[in-house]
């Protein structure tokens, strides 16, 4: 994600002059310089996890984009606001995001932005739907549809590894935030299995996850009666890996075996890791229906795939490419109001969606 983003600065944003990457390989960060082929980027050792370090790097940017695992994005936050620098990520925990939406005040007097969740799902799907309710008068159902495929699956998953597996496992067994019947709830990950359809593909499937509303049922609390997301699938991709999940293998509680402390979900990510495709030809399928004015339907589709051109795979074009759209945005000061905001209320949506277009990645749009 974080050579997708550097891509997307360098090759399809006229208006960036320089791009620091950094990572704890230095010789990662090299890679996506080199990869990327322009003296514009300046690769740089950093342990996420050393504020100080961070500070001292964020300061003299316009915007930072955090691409690393969820559970850094917290510290990153503080040390933007300490460094003055615009701040977005690729998100995916709800506990985390609240914490850095609690920063609000600090963000504000700081005069910078920290917008969380900024990737695909959670991510652009929010801003759709918030493209997509302005059609309306009156809004009373939001329901998002987000999945990554491999365009050859492979048995028994049917699935490839295009995202951390951290990320991967977090939304699997984390409970899922929706609106039913006009108020808040919660729903367990891996139910409500529903059958959907896209032209040209094989039987699919969409199930409860975690994390893809984001701040969405906040945001559009008292103002809709259900908001749901559901994570595309091959057809049978959610029994399988349910059944793991049940014999405990995404448990953090350690155990022993073999007179040896270990934790089940770090043996289970590993093996996935080992065992499952990564980096094959890939698929993003989209789709976001909104419900309102007396029965009306608007959906947007999107099917985006791997651009064997410049070899930004689809998951890579659709998350990756919104956060550098919103870190953008940020910088030239683009965005509604300064502070640590929900994404969906601090970005234009219209001017969003036409940076997408931008970059190939339109919404196909039908009323209903």
Known sequence: M??????????????????TV?????????????AVGTSRVDPHHIDASNRSDVVELMKGHDSVMSCVNYW??????????????????????NYVVDEQLALDEQAKAAGVNIIPDCGLAPGMVSILAMHAASRFE?????????????????PPLDYQLVFSVEGLINEYIESARIIRGGAITTVESMTEVESLEFEGFAPLEAFQTSGGTS???????????ELDYKTIRYAGHCERFKTMIDLG????????????????????????????????????????????????????????????????????RTTAFPASIIAQMMARGDVLSRGATPQEKAIDADRFVAELANRNIVPCATWK
């Not at 701040?215 to 009666?225: A, E, H, N, S, W």
């Open 72 to 93: 850094y994005n917290v510290s990153l936050s503080h040390a933007a606001i300490e460094a003055k620098a615009n701040f977005c990520d690729l998100g995916g925990n």
């Open 215 to 225: 701040t969405l049922p906040d945001t559009f609390l008292g103002q809709v009666k």
């Open 2 to 19: 974080g050579h997708g983003a550097v891509f997307d600065l360098i090759h399809n944003s006229p208006d960036v002059e320089s791009v």
């Open 138 to 154: 009156n809004v009373d159902e939001i329901h998002i549809r987000v999945g990554g495929l491999p365009q050859h699956p492979v």
């Open 249 to 316: 293998l995404c448990s953090s509680e350690p155990i022993v075996a073999d007179f040896q402390q270990v934790t089940p979900r770090k043996v289970f990510g590993r093996l996935l890791e080992m065992h499952l495709p990564a980096d094959g030809p890939d698929y993003v399928l989209v789709r976001v229906e909104v419900v309102g004015d007396g029965g009306k339907r608007l959906r947007y589709d999107i099917v985006d795939k791997l651009d064997e051109a410049t070899g930004m795979s689809a998951m890579m």
């Open 22 to 34: 950094a990572d704890t390989d230095l010789k990662k960060a090299e890679a996506v310089a080199d």
